[in-house]
Antibody, heavy 122, light 108 residues
Framework: QVQLVQSGAEVKKPGASVKVSCKAS????????MHWVRQAPGQGLEWMGW????????NYAQKFQGRVTMTRDTSISTAYMELSRLRSDDTAVYYC???????????????WGQGTLVTVSS | EIVLTQSPGTLSLSPGERATLSCRAS???????LAWYQQKPGQAPRLLIY???SRATGIPDRFSGSGSGTDFTLTISRLEPEDFAVYYC?????????FGQGTKLEIK
């Protein structure tokens, strides 16, 4: 079955960087865009950007431009999201999510990874 | 950026009742690229509806979506105990791919 498995929880100090991984299985990794979405404690969902695993091309939300880098390793079907210059308000659960395609058209995000809690605290 | 506004913020209903959730966009959503997700505590969101009205694989037919342009609705025809959760709409037709703030569906 299609599955995304993310790396474990992280605790970081302000100013540091964090790199979260997302390992895909059950489908052709290079055939579908991968998105990253975060959710602060008790808050809603915030889209961060996407990576095209085939070309490595990316598109980031303006809010994260200059701080986020999305990469991939096609040999192990894994996508990565690195966020730098961390602040306390970056504390959140970070999700990867595959962009679903139905009959050639984008169809939302499915499935999602289980989430990775990143805590930023001094 | 397309801003999505969901209403109500909280909806209190009983099992067996009908739920109607609204999502209004600040500008037209291209090609009805509007999705609905369900999220339960401690879990990742789950895709329910895409293309404004198409059910995702495995989603019960008590869930239905409708609307176009700037006004969209998620309807749950007869609430089951497992349907009480937070629901988000999302437009994915243009970047940034924004989400609404969510509607919490709670047991009355």
């Amino acid at each position: 079955q299609v599955q995304l498995v993310q790396s474990g929880a992280e605790v970081k100090k302000p100013g540091a960087s964090v790199k979260v991984s997302c390992k895909a299985s059950g489908y052709t990794f290079t055939g579908y865009y991968m998105h990253w979405v975060r959710q602060a404690p008790g808050q809603g969902l915030e889209w961060m950007g996407w990576i095209n695993p085939n070309s490595g091309g990316t598109n980031y939300a303006q809010k994260f431009q200059g701080r986020v880098t999305m990469t991939r390793d096609t040999s192990i079907s894994t996508a990565y999201m690195e966020l730098s210059r961390l602040r306390s308000d970056d504390t959140a659960v970070y999700y990867c999510a595959r962009e679903l395609v139905v009959r050639g058209f984008s169809a939302g995000f499915d499935p999602w990874g289980q989430g990775t809690l990143v805590t930023v605290s001094s | 950026e397309i801003v999505l506004t969901q209403s109500p913020g909280t909806l209190s209903l009983s099992p067996g009742e009908r739920a109607t959730l609204s999502c209004r966009a600040s500008q037209s959503v291209s090609s009805s690229y509007l999705a609905w997700y369900q999220q339960k505590p401690g879990q990742a969101p789950r895709l329910l509806i895409y293309g404004a009205s198409s059910r995702a694989t495995g989603i019960p037919d008590r869930f239905s979506g409708s609307g176009s342009g700037t006004d969209f609705t998620l309807t749950i025809s007869r609430l089951e105990p497992e349907d009480f959760a937070v629901y988000y709409c999302q437009q994915y037709g243009s970047s940034p791919k924004t989400f609404g703030q969510g509607t919490k569906l709670e047991i009355k």
